[in-house]
C-alpha cells in the first residue's frame, strides 16, 4: 500500500529557507491523486499548506503563497516543500498527505524548529 | 476564502456516550467535507469523506451527516480509543480548529 515518509532539517535559522522531502513508496507519484502538504504548530490545529499534481500545477493557501514552492519529483518519487523567510510562527510538524478530495494516507510528519 | 469553524472546542464524555460535534462552513460546501480523528503525537486519520461516507476499516460507531454550511460527526457510544481531537475540513483545503474529546 502507499506509504509517505517526510525527511528534513529539524532546524532551520530565522529569515532561512525550509526545505522538505516527501517520499511516496508503494505506489506511483504520477497516479491520478494531488500530493498536499499540512502543518501544525506545537499545541495548535491543522493548517493547509498547499497541493501539487505531478503535473507541477499547484495550489497554495493564500496566507503562505507569497513564501510557498512545492514541486515534484517524478524520477525518485518525490514531492518536495520550500518555505522561505521563515520566522518562529512556523516552527511546527509538517506533513504530506495523499489526496482524494479528503486526504486518505498521511505520512508520519516531521518537526521543524525556526531558531537561531 | 471559507471559513471553518466547530463547536464545542472542547467536550468531556464517558464511555458509552453518545457524542456529535458540529462543524459549518462559512458558505456552501455542498457535500465536500471531511473528518479526521488526531491523537497526540500522531498523524490524522481520516474517518469520513464527503460528509457521510465511513472510510474503510473506521468503526461503525462513527457517522457523518450534512450538507452546504452545516455537518455533524457523531459517536454513538463512546469507546477508550476515542479520546482524541476531531478536525473537519473542506475537501481539499481549510480545516476546522478542531475539537477535543476528553475523559468526564
Redesign the interface.
Known amino acids: 500500500q502507499v506509504q509517505l515518509q517526510e525527511s528534513g532539517p529539524g532546524l532551520v535559522k530565522p529569515s532561512g529557507t525550509l526545505s522538505l522531502t516527501c517520499t511516496v513508496s508503494g505506489g506511483s507519484i504520477s497516479s491520478n491523486n494531488w500530493w498536499s502538504w499540512v502543518r501544525q504548530p506545537p499545541g495548535k490545529g491543522l493548517e493547509w499548506i498547499g497541493d501539487i499534481y505531478h503535473s507541477g500545477s499547484a495550489n497554495y493557501n493564500p496566507s503562505l503563497k507569497s513564501r510557498v514552492t512545492m514541486s515534484v519529483d517524478k524520477s525518485k518519487n518525490q514531492l518536495s516543500l520550500n518555505l522561505n523567510s521563515v520566522n518562529a510562527a512556523d516552527t511546527a510538524v509538517y506533513y504530506c498527505a495523499r489526496v482524494v478530495g479528503a486526504f486518505d494516507i498521511w505520512g508520519q510528519g516531521t518537526m521543524v524548529t525556526v531558531s537561531s | 476564502?471559507i471559513q471553518m469553524t466547530q463547536s464545542p472546542s472542547t467536550l468531556s464524555a464517558s464511555v458509552g456516550d453518545r457524542v456529535t460535534i458540529t462543524c459549518r462552513a462559512s458558505q456552501s460546501i455542498s457535500s465536500?467535507l471531511?473528518w479526521?480523528q488526531?491523537k497526540p503525537g500522531k498523524?490524522?486519520?481520516?474517518l469520513i469523506?464527503?460528509a457521510s461516507n465511513l472510510?474503510s476499516g473506521v468503526p461503525s460507531r462513527f457517522s457523518g451527516s450534512g450538507s452546504g454550511t452545516e455537518f455533524t460527526l457523531t459517536i454513538s457510544s463512546l469507546q477508550p480509543d476515542d479520546f482524541a481531537t476531531y478536525?473537519c475540513?473542506q475537501?481539499?483545503?481549510?480545516?476546522?480548529?478542531?475539537t477535543k474529546v476528553d475523559i468526564k
Open positions: 476564502d465536500w471531511a479526521y488526531q498523524a490524522p486519520k481520516l469523506y464527503k472510510q478536525y475540513q475537501y481539499n483545503s481549510y480545516f476546522g480548529p478542531g
